[in-house]
């Protein structure tokens, strides 16, 4: 699912010059649907932790990170409606209030206010949550003829995945406690 996932911004309904909210954005398939959409003249906000902030406005997306306010802060970098928002990030994280257990569904309450309509929200993990809360469970198909245009992007430079650390067998302990901290900054790689 994440090649078509990523390719939602160019083959969706968004238009360039809307704004698109991409929540998650310093995962792997967020930052290249950030990527993706800025490069069809779409204006992006960016949810990410410090991680991978820098690295996303460096690109050209408008960048705010989880915890208190957030939803407040994506209004006022929106300065009306978001038209349209994608959930890339992880299921069960409540994004408003870092303190506080998640709500049934995740962050899709949140995004669904920010853009006053569930058919405007696409999330691509929680699809129970996206159920019980009416949010329009969009099914993407798995295009193989879409992967020459991604070799092309990513020999261009448009699509990129940025690599956090390579590891040896031997460190495999060290890798996985960078994974479970779920901010490596990238991907993690192990060289047998």
């Known amino acids: 699912m994440t090649a078509p996932t990523v390719m939602w911004p160019r083959h969706s309904s968004v238009q360039p010059d809307e704004l698109l909210l991409v929540h998650g954005a310093g995962t792997t398939v967020g930052e290249a649907a950030v990527r993706l959409a800025l490069r069809r003249g779409v204006r ?5 932790g410090p991680t991978r902030a820098a690295a996303l406005e460096e690109i050209g997306a408008q960048v705010t990170g989880y915890g208190d306010g957030m939803a407040e802060r994506v209004a006022a970098l929106a300065a009306g409606r978001v038209d349209r928002a994608l959930d890339t990030a992880p299921t069960g994280g409540r994004i408003d209030r ?10 899709l309450p949140t995004l669904t206010g920010l853009t006053g309509d569930p058919d ?4 691509v993990s929680d699809f129970a949550a996206a159920a019980e809360l009416g ?12 992967m020459d245009e991604f070799a092309r992007l990513a020999g261009e430079g448009v699509l990129a995945v940025s690599v956090a650390r390579t590891h040896t067998l031997d460190q495999i302990q060290q890798a996985a406690e960078l994974s479970r901290s779920r901010r490596p900054g990238g991907k993690l790689i192990l060289a047998l």
């Open 44 to 48: 992006v906000i960016a949810t990410a």
């Open 98 to 107: 870092t303190d506080q257990a998640g709500p049934a569904g995740g962050s």
């Open 120 to 123: 405007r929200v696409l999330p």
């Open 135 to 146: 949010t329009r469970i969009t099914q993407i198909d798995l295009r193989y003829d879409l």
